[in-house]
């Protein structure tokens, strides 16, 4: 008879311990006195649950102002498995007690979810004492003010800043110097705006202006060449210019054309002779951009 | 015949003798260009240039080539005019008897004449011979002989300068160009010229040239060629943006080392000089197959028909080889065409 009373106690004790929704249970927390007007006071709660229950998150209290002197400033769930939660606190109070205070933080409770149920865990309240930061009435004392302002924050150093707003000033212009170099606006830059002139004035021209055109190219290429260009001269011309021997076919068809242009009796200008000196421009002007 | 398959045809021709006379002188193809145009330009030539490198051959093949008759005469101290014109000697009877001199011999069969190292006759002889290649003819025996046909090619000798009489510059303007020979400079052409027997017998390398163009045909050819090749407005320009810049290079951009521009020319190019650069450059484009002139025809010939034409003031005449040169160089240079 004993021992089957035995036994019925151990299975009693087995079950009870099996259906625990929460195996483990702790609130950690500081020491409950001592504490002043905006001081922080840290609160750990660790538990750990059976399998296939989970905390509702939702359930726990939310950051900013819980009452009129008490703040949640922070609060961090972490969980090393599905069973072991760590929730981290982090309160901070605002209150100026006359005289040393018992102050209590607030209980909530801790919503558990087990499928369609729900279960709940309490945090207690967790009582402190608050003390005054002076003597309630100021008194006046020969060794100065008793109450005096804060020192000053120090300053934070900005040199660094500084220095880095000083190196990306310089580099952001450097690199508009460099564009402004590329793209032929910088005004004393006159040979890497040859083309881009030409380019211009061979845009508006007409099939009655195209010596206008092939004057403009002819002095482009003089100008770069630092004296008048002729066809038998191009080899010369690219040891000094070797981006431009990418366009030989063109330039032939150019001086081909001027020579028959401004030379040969008889020659008619037809709209497909602007259009390849245009087409010739813009290569030239992307090879003078360095886009080519 | 239509005129221009006349000027095709000649030019076939004039094509074709380039390449004969290229086959028998070696390695001097620039020179042996600027000769024939100076021959369908009908323009005398003033050769300059070592001694053996080739000048009679040259020459020789240019008669051979043209037909028609080659004479040549040696420039002399003691050469006279009259020795030009005839020649006195005792004949078989013992009776005194005239001849033919060297200019007279062939009368209108006379195409080309060679006077040897021309700096070395008196300036009577140059006087008479300026005569003949001026008007193309000459007076003798109280007549005049016409030469309608004949070129002269004078050579300079330059190496010696002891007995010889410079051209005065009269007798200079007076030659369409001033061609330098010098030696062939690739090693495979001096090589045949040293061992190839066909360059050592100079009669049987001449006599291989076949006749092309006849030479009582080029006067009528080189009227009708200048005739034909045409010169646009913007040409006309920058033949006479360089005629301006022979006389003032300094106003054109041109500046030589060691030299102060506005005191380095003593006189540019002459009328007739100008003149002669255009006959020569029509020719050229001529040769090229076209009907209209480029500067690249202008700036082929300009060289060898302005270098004896400048002349550069006293204190820099002494480096007359050296800055001439780069003078030319510098006025095609920095005179734009168009």
Known sequence: MRILFVLFLFVLGCSSSVDEPIRYFKVETPRPFGYVNGDEISQRIIFETRPGISLERASLPGKGPLNRWLNLNDIRVSQADDQHYQIDLRYQIFYAPLEVKALTLPSFELQLNQGEQHLSQTVPAWTFTLSPLRELVVRQTEQGEYMRPDSPPPLLNTRPALYGLLASVVTALALAVALAWQYGYLAFNGRRRLFKKALRTVSGISKNEMATGLQALHHCLNTLNGQPLFVHQLADFYQRHPHYQALHAQWLWFFNYSNRFYFSPGMTVVSGDIQQLKTLCQLARSIERGSR | ?338
């Open chain 2, 1 to 338: 015949m239509s005129l221009d398959r006349h000027l095709s045809d000649s030019r076939d021709h004039a094509l074709a003798f380039e390449q004969q006379i290229n086959l028998t002188v070696l390695g001097l193809g620039a020179a042996v260009r600027h000769i024939v145009i100076a021959v369908y330009a009908r323009g005398h030539v003033l050769l300059e240039g070592a001694v053996g490198v080739g000048k009679t051959t040259l020459l020789r093949a240019v008669a051979q080539g043209l037909g028609g008759d080659f004479q040549r005469i040696e420039g002399t101290i003691d050469l006279m005019p009259a020795d030009l014109l005839y020649y006195t000697y005792l004949a078989n009877d013992g009776r005194p008897a005239v001849e033919p001199g060297p200019l007279l011999k062939y009368g209108d069969t006379l195409a080309t004449f060679f006077f040897n190292e021309i700096n070395r006759a008196r300036p009577q002889v140059h006087a008479l011979l300026l005569r003949a290649m001026a008007e193309r003819s000459i007076h003798a025996f109280n007549r005049d002989y016409a030469l309608p046909h004949i070129q002269v090619f004078a050579d300079r000798n330059r190496v010696e300068k002891e007995e010889t009489f410079e051209l005065p510059a009269a007798a200079k303007d007076r030659f369409m160009m001033e061609i330098n020979i010098t030696m062939p400079s690739d090693n495979a052409s001096l090589e045949q010229l040293m061992f190839n027997p066909r360059f050592h017998d100079t009669d049987a390398l001449i006599a291989e040239i076949a006749p092309g163009t006849r030479y009582y045909e080029l006067n009528s050819l080189a009227h009708t060629l200048q005739q034909q090749i045409q010169a646009s407005p913007k040409l006309r320009d920058y033949a006479l943006t360089l005629w301006k810049a022979s006389h003032q290079p300094q106003h054109y951009g041109v500046q030589l080392s060691d030299v102060d521009m506005a005191q380095l020319m003593l006189a540019g190019a002459s009328p007739r000089g100008m003149s002669y650069l255009i006959r020569a450059a029509k020719v050229s484009a001529w040769l090229a197959q076209r009907d209209y002139l480029l500067p690249e025809d202008i700036q082929a010939v300009f060289a060898v028909c302005m270098s004896h034409r400048l002349f550069l003031n006293p204190m820099y005449a002494y480096r007359k080889d050296q800055l001439l040169p780069e003078l030319m160089n510098g006025i095609l240079q920095q005179v734009a065409a168009p």
